[in-house]
């Protein structure tokens, strides 16, 4: 069992940066990819962005260049890094972590960009 608690979400103006947090906790040997995914009120769950264990990154083509995404394996910990914020971000962030063929997810944290 894999437990994931976020943190860092929050209001803030466009143009704004937040920086997310996931951090694993429980049976978190050979944990693998790591991941952010977010849903929009009405829209889909998409993915935001991924990293592999090596550090290889994966981004969605509306925050490439504005997100960025790291990982502390002595920590056991997922950042997201969100500068230059815009309306279109606003949604609730889930971290993602997979361990073999179980996936995990975190609680969801909301992230709203407004002025």
């Known amino acids: 069992q894999v437990q994931l608690v976020e943190s860092g979400g929050g209001l803030v103006q466009p143009g704004g940066s937040l920086r997310l947090s996931c951090a694993a906790s429980g049976s978190i040997f050979s944990i693998g990819l790591m991941g952010w995914y977010r849903q929009a009120p009405g829209k889909e769950r998409e993915l935001v962005a991924v990293i592999g264990t090596g550090g290889t990154t994966n981004y969605a083509d509306s925050v490439k260049g504005r997100f960025t995404i790291s990982r502390d394996n002595a920590k056991n910990t997922v950042y997201l890094q969100m500068n230059s914020l815009k309306p279109e971000d606003t949604a609730v962030y889930y971290c993602?972590?997979?361990?073999?063929?179980?996936?995990?997810w975190g609680q969801g944290t909301q992230v709203t960009v407004s002025s």
């Open positions: 993602n972590v997979k361990r073999g063929v179980i996936t995990y």
